[in-house]
């Protein structure tokens, strides 16, 4: 097989995989020409993925597979359930998307994630980890119950294995017995040793039909023996124990097939095809390289989880400003804030990167703890250490804290407990699209009692933010988007803000009242220059600066300005204020509306909405013509 070491920048030529437009043509294929169109499959998502940017590593890894699925099963009649998504860009490219492809996650262009109204192959929308376990024993049951025929798979890697809804759907899977397939795609060994070549031996033993056959007509001679069978069962489980981690499986019900090598496409076509039609749950471990045939994803699987776009070698800019991003402000205040307090706790949920938790890591590693994609663990263990003295940090990506929406009422905020969430990617984010979008943790953390929300404008009020809310004891939440700040100067000191005062930002003679509420703020500014509007940077969700808001009773029209749904967001706390307190004042909420937005650049997505600066300033025009005030 060949090894990559440069991302082709001219489409490379592929003879083989130009042909296969579905599935279908896939199966006119020979077996003899499988390997040719790995090695064509693989080089043309090098070639796509440094035309779009997107996810990367995974995808290499899965090549292989993706063809042996798609030439085994009859898809899409067949169910084949990618978990989180990230590696179904193979999968894309052979169910009719190739040329697709070349435009993935820009506006207007496919998902980066499976998406079921974009092909019928796509069985399952995904983006969050560990449902294809879940989805695809769905799928069976109802395959059973409507007497189909129909076969369902769910490919799930080693780290979305880690949280507990796969368990759980094993454990049922297990418990009714449902014919399907579950393939485990351990691409970081964290799970199984290297391949050897007796687990290899083994692994086609029981994959073969002789060996189900024996064990099946095992099972008929020893039934009148029930000592006889328990001993037999008991003999096979111990050797495959000596070969293989399977017991865990096996103990949940289900046939467990591997390690095998999960590049070696004969080994591969021959175990799923013995697999293919075995009754009740079946389990294949298989064992592949992140970022396979590439030579430097292969050395960084984590760097190169997801690439940019490939361009041009921009000319030197020396006189450019390197803005911060807000995840290295988080960073930053977390070690600083480490340092002064031994009793910090960082908690993320798998995100150590992409939370810039990489230095805390390093450097307080017995106060550093990586739970895996377990949302739900990681709030409750969180709950745990703050019942017994430490002060805890929760490092969550809004999409993924609405996962632990229970442990965060039941355990955190029902007991009161002193746990800061620091909430990154919130609002819109932009080509992950709506599966990774945070714009819903203003509408359902505002609601929780014992909570302090807050919102930054800018980066200095972030650092500042979240020392608010680790001084603050209760539950308090920082959330902040994704990307760079603006260029404000951070103050290095680990200050505080007043809890529920806001700051004004521009005083106006218009009449018109602008209520910002974090990122979108700047924007607005720009809106109140241009009509005179006074600007207050609410900072607060909650508890709501409701002195600011008392001053300003009179005014002739107050707008809410947010990154989130309308619907029970910030501006609706604003109009809740007003409305007890029987003020009658003309408001106008600007924010998400109720629908999810699809994928495309930041800025792009902004203008869709109407939260850019002219978005903003064209609302109010709008609403003040409505009320005949301009």
Not at 31 to 60: C, D
Not at 89 to 105: C, F, Q, S, V, W
Not at 565 to 579: H, R, T
Request: net charge negative; hydrophobic share 40%.
């Amino acid at each position: 097989m060949p090894m990559f070491d440069e991302i082709p920048t001219a489409r490379p030529i592929t003879e083989l995989l130009d042909q296969v437009n579905s599935p279908a043509d896939l199966r006119a294929l020979k077996k003899e020409q499988l390997p040719i169109l790995v090695r064509e499959l693989r080089e043309f998502m090098l070639y796509s993925v440094g035309q779009t940017g997107g996810h990367f590593g995974a995808g290499l890894g899965v090549v292989e597979l993706t063809i042996a699925l798609h030439y085994i099963y009859n898809t899409p009649e067949d169910r084949i359930v990618w978990d989180v998504g990230h590696q179904a860009y193979p999968h894309k490219i052979l169910t009719g998307r190739r040329e697709a492809l070349l435009n993935i996650r820009q506006e207007n262009g496919i998902s980066g994630f499976p998406k079921r109204d974009e092909s019928e192959y796509d069985t399952f929308g995904v983006g969050h980890s560990s449902t294809s376990i879940g989805a695809a024993l769905g799928m069976s049951l109802a395959a059973q119950q409507l007497n189909t025929g129909r076969k369902a798979v769910a490919v799930i890697g080693d780290g979305a294995m880690s949280a507990g809804m796969a368990f759980e759907a094993l454990n049922h899977a297990g418990d009714v017995k449902a014919d399907m397939l579950v393939i485990l795609n351990d691409n970081e060994m964290s799970i199984s040793k290297p391949v050897g070549a007796l687990s290899s031996y083994f692994a086609r033993i029981w994959a073969s039909k002789t060996y189900d056959h024996i064990r099946k007509g095992g099972q008929k001679v020893f039934s009148g023996l029930p000592s006889a069978l328990e001993l037999a069962r008991k003999a096979e489980e111990h050797m495959k124990g000596m070969v293989s981690p399977g017991m865990m499986f096996e103990e949940l019900g289900f046939n467990y097939i591997g390690p095998i090598d999960g590049h070696d496409i004969d080994h591969l076509l021959t175990t799923i095809a013995n697999l293919k039609d075995r009754s009740g749950p079946q389990f294949l471990h298989i064992i592949t390289k992140k970022g396979k045939g590439f030579e430097p994803a292969e050395g960084d699987p984590i760097g190169y989880h997801a690439i940019n776009k490939i361009e041009p070698d921009p000319k030197p800019n020396n006189t450019k400003k390197s803005l911060p991003k807000y995840s290295s402000i988080f960073g930053k205040w977390v070690c600083d804030a480490a340092e002064q307090d031994e009793k910090l706790a960082a908690i993320t949920p798998a995100m150590k990167e992409g939370s810039d938790l990489i230095e805390f890591a390093e450097r307080f590693p017995k106060r550093y703890f990586d739970v895996a994609i377990a949302e739900q663990h990681a709030v409750t263990l969180a709950a745990g250490m703050a019942c017994d003295g430490l002060k805890p940090v929760v490092a969550i990506y809004s999409t993924f804290l609405q996962r632990a929406y229970d442990q965060l009422i039941h355990d955190v905020a029902l007991q009161n407990l002193d746990v800061l969430f620091a909430i990154d990617r919130a609002g819109l984010v932009g080509e992950d699209g709506p599966t990774h979008a945070g714009v819903y943790d203003l509408s359902y953390l505002r609601c929780i009692p014992n909570m302090v929300v807050m919102a930054p404008s800018d980066e200095d009020e972030c650092r500042k933010m979240l020392q608010t809310g680790y001084e603050y004891k209760g539950p308090a939440a920082v959330r902040y988007p994704r990307g760079t700040g603006r260029g404000i100067d951070i103050d290095p000191a680990l200050s505080t803000l007043e809890i529920g005062k806001s700051r004004t930002l521009r005083t106006g003679q218009s009449g018109i009242v602008i209520c910002g509420f974090g990122r979108p703020t700047y924007d607005a500014l720009q809106a109140a220059n241009n009509m005179d509007a006074t600007l207050l940077d609410m900072r607060f969700v909650k508890p709501i600066d409701e002195a600011a808001l008392l001053t300003q009773k009179d005014a002739k029209l107050i707008v809410t300005v947010e990154e989130n749904a309308i619907m029970g967001g910030a501006g609706s706390a604003v109009s809740e204020f007003y409305n007890a307190n029987n003020i009658q004042v003309p408001i106008l909420h600007i924010g998400l509306p109720d629908q999810y937005e699809d994928h495309a650049s930041h800025s792009a997505m902004l203008k869709r909405v109407g939260l850019d600066a002219d978005g903003i300033q064209s609302a109010i025009e709008k609403k003040l013509a409505s009320l005949k005030l301009t």
